[in-house]
């Protein structure tokens, strides 16, 4: 297939997911004003599985259809990435506030859970095949889920708790209206997953006839098109002025697609799924770490200030970071050291390829520690 046969499918992937994107918001904010939900946990919970499903459905495939470890984690860790740099059209759009000034202090708790997540990630990543494991699985995916599961709870305790305060009480609402909501929320969300699950395998056919490493591609190009569901509702919800219902969004996406990677290692039956992958994603998990604080920064400091009138200095701080991030995977691309095939057991180690000497892999790139196996 040509390049403008994938583009054109792309677009139309896009305006698919643009128009349920906005009907999904819009019914969430509904549901959430009718039922009493704080904004910030309906787009942790809510608006965040939907349209991070289209990642777990990639990853899946990625490790068990073509057994491609690096597409599933760099898919994963790049579309973080992403979700992060898209806080800064956020805080450029929300004109009448600085972003930072005006979210609720609950995206404290995703963010900082967040970093807890990623950090686990990282540390994988960085040990390899030293991480502990149990069978085939990491010890890393059930620590992820569990995090997962407390962060959605404690942000849903955390907003009950500040409505109670506030003194507020949910909205008076008759069931016929609020099935009808539902029925448009999961019309919206079939939608989204039904177009957010076709862009994958378009951004894997274009990755090849651009001719990119699967590292590069999973974590650049995959990445920015699995993110589009996330884009689409986030833009959405503040057309109707929900702030922290796309900061939820996207804070929560996050969360989810951490979480994903339990999911995929549980699918990979070759060996941990980190252990696997190569130590290059590390940087992107790194990346994510620092932009991460980035945000709890600016929550807790609140600028008020932009700069040039444009935004705030905590997104040119996430813009940089992404820039980065982007430049040093395509410096390394195509240069990342292959691990060798995990084991299912023990025995001796994987034979090198004829081509290095005895015992020694693939050089690493330059300036990139290379961890001992």
Not at 16 to 33: C, M, N
Not at 51 to 56: N, Q, R, V
């Amino acid at each position: 297939m040509g390049t403008t046969a994938l583009l054109l499918q792309l677009g139309i992937c896009a305006a698919l997911i643009a128009v349920g994107g906005f009907v999904l918001s819009r019914s969430a904010d509904r549901l959430a004003e009718a039922l009493g939900w704080g904004r910030g946990w309906v787009g942790l919970a809510l608006l965040a599985t939907v349209t991070s499903l289209p990642e777990l459905a990639s990853g899946v495939s990625a490790v068990t259809l073509v057994a491609a470890p690096n597409l599933a984690v760099g898919n994963v860790l790049g579309a973080c990435v992403m979700n992060l740099a898209f806080l800064v059209v956020v805080d450029t759009v929300q004109r009448r506030q600085p972003m930072y000034g005006a979210a609720s202090n609950t995206h404290l708790l995703s963010a900082g859970l967040g970093v807890v997540m990623l950090a686990f990630v990282a540390l994988s990543l960085v040990t390899g095949a030293h991480a502990p494991a149990l069978l085939h699985v990491g010890l890393y995916s059930p620590l992820l889920l569990a995090f997962y599961l407390l962060a959605l709870r404690s942000v849903f305790v955390h907003e009950q708790a500040q409505r109670v305060t506030a003194g507020m009480a949910p909205a008076a609402y008759d069931r016929p209206p609020i099935r009808r909501e539902w029925l448009r929320f999961g019309a919206a969300a079939v939608v989204v997953l039904g177009a957010g699950t076709w862009l994958p395998s378009l951004a894997s056919a274009l990755a090849a006839a651009l001719g990119v490493s699967r590292s590069f591609a999973g974590t650049v190009l995959m990445a920015l098109v699995t993110t589009l569901p996330e884009m689409a509702v986030t833009l959405s919800a503040l057309r109707l002025g929900a702030l922290d219902m796309a900061v939820g969004n996207l804070l929560g996406s996050n969360l989810f697609n951490l979480a994903i990677l339990a999911v995929d290692d549980l699918f990979y039956t070759r060996g941990p799924l980190l252990a696997d992958a190569a130590p290059v994603h590390a940087a992107s998990a790194a990346t994510a770490l620092a932009m991460t604080g980035l945000v709890i920064v600016g929550l807790v400091l609140r600028p008020q200030r932009r700069v040039l009138r444009v935004t705030s200095w905590i997104s040119l701080g996430l813009l940089a970071a992404y820039a980065m991030n982007v430049t040093v995977l395509y410096l390394l691309d195509g240069q990342e050291p292959a691990r060798q095939t995990p084991r299912s057991g023990p025995g001796p180690a994987a034979a090198a390829p004829p081509s290095a000497p005895a015992g020694e892999g693939p050089p690493a790139p330059s300036g990139w520690p290379t961890p001992a196996r």
